[in-house]
């Protein structure tokens, strides 16, 4: 997992510093199923605390919706589906990660 504090390709439109964005989340195949991602996602809500951010954000496959699900699971909340480059089906989340409500 990679959380990185500005994401022009999938949020231009937050600024830089105004929330964390969770990329490249991924468990092997081994681990599936044992909390791991939950984990993983705690931690960057953590992460966001720390920093006194009130928003995480992420993307992913909008096709894979076992993925979703895990998200959707963890708190976060469907914003918008993008067609990104040209091909690429991406369903944008976001989650209050610091105790406020988080701001589209």
Do not use: Q
Not at 57 to 67: M, N
Request: aromatic fraction near 10%; hydrophobic fraction near 45%; charge should be positive.
């Amino acid at each position: 997992m990679a959380v990185v504090d500005h994401d022009p390709d999938f949020w231009p439109e937050i600024a830089r510093g105004d929330s964390l964005f969770v990329h490249k989340l991924a468990v092997k195949r081994f681990a599936a199923g044992r909390g791991v991602s939950d984990a993983l996602l705690s931690y960057a809500k953590a992460m966001c605390v720390r920093r006194g951010i009130l928003t995480l954000r992420l993307d992913t496959d909008a096709t894979r919706p076992k993925v979703r699900a895990v998200y959707e699971r963890n708190g976060f909340v469907f914003v918008e589906e993008k067609l990104l480059f040209g091909m690429y089906h991406t369903a944008l989340y976001m989650c209050d990660a610091g105790g406020a409500t988080p701001h589209p």
